[in-house]
């Protein structure tokens, strides 16, 4: 007689089912144990009000205004986003030529959003910041030498008026900012 086959057949029928039970639980405790992982990777370099009190002066951020995207809207943001915007309403602050947006975007599909901040002033891109950034690869796009790619950018058809150095590894996630950098731009015109 098998050893193995012996011990189980001598476990009592409570221990079994216990046992079985706890197989039967594995994939669902390896999920959860993934989902932990992907929360480890989130890395939030700053907060939505830090960095609306970081683009105007201090003290004097601007009460939120609404951005409404009726179908037409929609449809101008979606020839520059690549894609629907996820929202009819979108709060951005304005006070002193300059407007501030933050919103979310995903460098693969299946990923989890991105969360960016831009700030607008005379058409071009003042300020560029990664405020939570959830994906596993590609977090360069945070980093200030990258960043600053996108400082005076102009809106070029449904693009930018100038080349962004890609990063090896990161190429979704640069386009990423890109598309979001010149749907910003569109938003200030949009809102104004």
Known sequence: MDTEFASSAAMPVAGRRSLLRLLASLPLLLTQARRAEAFDVYTTYQTADAFVAEAFAPGAAPAPQTLMLDAARQAQVASVFGKPFPQARLRYWRAAGRSAWIFDDVG????????CGFVVTAGSIEHARVLIYRESRGQQVAEPSFLKQ?????????GLDRNVDNISGATLSVKMMQRMARTALLFDTLAS
């Open 150 to 158: 996108l400082i005076g950018a102009h809106a070029a058809g449904a």
């Open 108 to 115: 693969k599909d299946g990923y989890v959003p991105t969360t």
